[in-house]
């Protein structure tokens, strides 16, 4: 459930940032949840694999 807050993961940190940031070149989202954006590096592999996999056929 979104808390209207938007989420950030900071990819120099590894943290999760909180709040209306700027989107920069160590930022990914803004996702609608802290759940969401701690999985944004998982979510991005899974995301290249398949269109890696989708490539190849």
Same mark, same amino acid.
């Given at each position: ?5 938007q989420y950030w993961?900071? $990819?120099? $940190?590894?943290? %999760?940032? %909180?709040?209306h940031l700027k989107?920069? !070149?160590? *930022?990914?989202?803004?996702? &609608?949840?802290? #759940? @969401?954006?701690?999985? !944004? *590096?998982?979510t991005a592999r @899974? ?6 996999? &989708? #490539? #190849?056929?």
């Open positions: 459930m979104s808390d209207g807050q993961f900071n $990819t120099k $940190t590894g943290q %999760v940032d %909180v709040g989107p920069g !070149a160590t *930022l990914m989202g803004p996702y &609608a949840s802290r #759940e @969401e954006a701690e999985r !944004a *590096l998982q @899974e995301k290249t694999e398949a269109w890696d996999r &989708a #490539e #190849e056929d």
